[in-house]
T-cell receptor
Framework: DQQVKQNSPSLSVQEGRISILNCDYTNSMFDYFLWYKKYPAEGPTFLISISSIKDKNEDGRFTVFLNKSAKHLSLHIVPSQPGDSAVYFCAASQGDMRFGAGTRLTVKP | ETGVTQSPTHLIKTRGQQVTLRCSSQSGHNTVSWYQQALGQGPQFIFQYYREEENGRGNFPPRFSGLQFPNYSSELNVNALELDDSALYLC?????????????FGQGTRLTVV
C-alpha cells in the first residue's frame, strides 16, 4: 500500500541553508496533504498542511508546495536550524491519512 | 485542553498472546485512528473510528480490532500475536471526520513480541 512515497531516506544540510523534502503520491483522490515532524520517543507532531485547491502554503520558515498534475509535494525549510533535525513524514488524506516512509533531516551547525 | 495519551508506553508479550492498547483522545475530538510503525518505516494505517463506528481500515488482518467508547477514548486489540507485530503503535485523534484538519498523535506504545 505505497500510496505515499518519500524516496530520500536522509538529507543533510548546513545551518542557514534551505532544506527541501520531497514526497510523491499515487492516489488522485487525496485532497489534503500534511507534513509531520518526529523526534525519537515521541509521536509525530503536525507541522504544516495544504488543501488540494491550493498550490502553496507558508508558515514562517516552512512552506509546502503542491503540484497536483505531478502528484508531488515538497516542504521547504529556510533558513534551516539545528533544532529542525528530525524525521519528517508527509501524509495524504481523503478522510484517513496515509504516510510516507519518512526522511531524516540533519542540520549541521 | 489535554493532548492524546496512550497506555502503556512499553509492553512485552509472547507470541500467540493477546494485547490491548489504549488511547485517550484530545478533548473535543470524535475521530481516532490507529497506526503501526515498524522500525525505519512510516506509520501504516490500521483503522479509523468515528463516533464509535469503524469507518476506514487499512491492509491489516481481522485479528487487529478496535473499539471507540462514548467518551471517544479508544482501544486497539491484537489477537494471536506474531513476532512481526513488534512495532510502535500510534493513536491519533482529530476534530471531525471529513473535515480537512490535522490529527494529533500520542507518544505511542512500543510493543515487543518475543
Amino acid at each position: 500500500d505505497q500510496q505515499v512515497k518519500q524516496n530520500s531516506p536522509s538529507l543533510s544540510v548546513q545551518e542557514g541553508r534551505i532544506s527541501i523534502l520531497n514526497c510523491d503520491y499515487t492516489n488522485s483522490m487525496f485532497d489534503y496533504f500534511l507534513w509531520y515532524k518526529k523526534y525519537p520517543a515521541e509521536g509525530p507532531t503536525f507541522l504544516i498542511s495544504i488543501s488540494s485547491i491550493k498550490d502553496k502554503n507558508e508558515d514562517g520558515r516552512f512552506t509546502v508546495f503542491l503540484n497536483k498534475s505531478a502528484k508531488h509535494l515538497s516542504l521547504h525549510i529556510v533558513p534551516s536550524q539545528p533544532g529542525d533535525s528530525a524525521v519528517y513524514f508527509c501524509a495524504a488524506s481523503q478522510g484517513d491519512m496515509r504516510f510516507g516512509a519518512g526522511t531524516r533531516l540533519t542540520v549541521k551547525p | 485542553e489535554t493532548g492524546v495519551t496512550q497506555s502503556p508506553t512499553h509492553l512485552i508479550k509472547t507470541r500467540g498472546q493477546q494485547v490491548t492498547l489504549r488511547c485517550s483522545s484530545q478533548s473535543g475530538h470524535n475521530t481516532v485512528s490507529w497506526y503501526q510503525q515498524a522500525l525505519g518505516q512510516g506509520p501504516q494505517f490500521i483503522f479509523q473510528y468515528y463516533r464509535e463506528e469503524e469507518n476506514g481500515r487499512g491492509n491489516f488482518p481481522p485479528r487487529f480490532s478496535g473499539l471507540q467508547f462514548p467518551n471517544y477514548s479508544s482501544e486497539l486489540n491484537v489477537n494471536a500475536l506474531e513476532l512481526d507485530d513488534s512495532a510502535l503503535y500510534l493513536c491519533a485523534s482529530s476534530f471531525e471526520w471529513g473535515i480537512n484538519t490535522e490529527a494529533f498523535f500520542g507518544q505511542g506504545t512500543r510493543l515487543t513480541v518475543v
